[in-house]
């Protein structure tokens, strides 16, 4: 697989061209996150933090 490859993509009226391993590194660390903005919601609501 070539991670290199340029990914085009169309985002709010605005082209995009980006390499396929930072489009991939980004929407991991998003995921990431809102695991973890979840997971300390949880935590805040529960009264453990």
């Given amino acids: ?3 290199n490859k340029p990914v085009k993509f169309k985002f709010s ?3 995009w061209e980006m390499p396929l391993s930072t489009l ?3 929407i991991f ?3 990431i ?4 903005g979840a997971w ?3 935590q805040f609501g ?3 933090l």
């Fill in 29 to 31: 660390v998003t995921l």
């Fill in 24 to 26: 991939l590194l980004l």
């Fill in 46 to 48: 529960a009264g453990q």
């Fill in 40 to 42: 300390l919601g949880f």
């Fill in 13 to 15: 009226g605005e082209d």
């Fill in 1 to 3: 697989m070539n991670w």
């Fill in 33 to 36: 996150l809102m695991l973890g």
